[in-house]
């Protein structure tokens, strides 16, 4: 009996020192990281819906590495939105530091404390153009009425509020005569003409580049049949209470990039030609614009 007991202290010693052996699991508790990178600002980045999430990442996580490579202080993330809708919605509550919007958005995020610090890509390149196919048989924009013309959104200046004005200025009603069809973004508005959901799409030049290159087969079976007079380009916008210090690296950051061949990539992807200096004034044009179209045409935001 006494030799069975010795078995049994012998083998539970040998189980708690191989217990011993093992590697201790791993127990919850903090994370450290180094004073540096705890001291880093975080600033995002918010860009209205150029692309879908992927593609709107390709063309433009390039550049926020650039920033983070280059301005030790900080931190920068890209922000996608699902619509033009949610986007706006983000400025208009200030929740991210940086944004790229579209000219009317541009004057919309100033009365949200958002200023200009830049005009992205050349203003000749910010126009409407009209998506059709090639055997459509539409040559002129009477050739639309009763018929569905698609956009990214009612707020989309180039790809929506130029093109209707530009169809109003050529005799379409466009609340009576031809039905408007928002779809949610730039390559949506491309790919309804081409499954035959729309008869005319409207768009602007980058993703239109942007869908003959990547969908090659598709766009050889599309043309643009009008484009509308160009206006000035997306901003660049800061919030007000960002420090200044930050500003002026990333304005520096932004209009240098033409000038070497990394910043000449990273624009290419973006299928942007350059940064250029801007300021809220430089879009009193736009203000103009958009009062008449008001008047004209329809009111901007569809409630």
Known sequence: MVKIKHVLMVFILGLSVTACEKEPEKTAGPVY????EAA?????????PLHNPK?????????IDHLNKNILDAKFELESSRDYQAFEEKFRKRAPELILPNPWQTLEAMKSGYKVISMAGDAKDFKGIF??????GINVPADLKGKTVSYPSYTALAACIMPQRYLHDHGVNVTSDIKNHYVGSQ?????????GESAAGATWPPPWRLFQRDRPEEAAKLKVVWETPSLMNNSVMIRDDVAQNIVKQISQLLF????????KVILNGMSTAQFHKASDDSYKPVSEFITEFENDVRIVEIK
Not at 57 to 63: F, K, R
């Open 33 to 36: 990281v180094s004073s540096l």
């Open 40 to 48: 880093k600002k975080h600033y995002r980045l918010a860009i209205h």
């Open 55 to 63: 593609k709107l990442s390709e063309a433009y996580q390039p550049l």
């Open 131 to 136: 998506i059709v196919k090639k055997d459509s």
């Open 187 to 195: 390559e949506s508005s491309i790919m309804n003409v081409f499954l």
């Open 256 to 263: 240098a990039l033409h000038t070497t061949e990394e910043g």
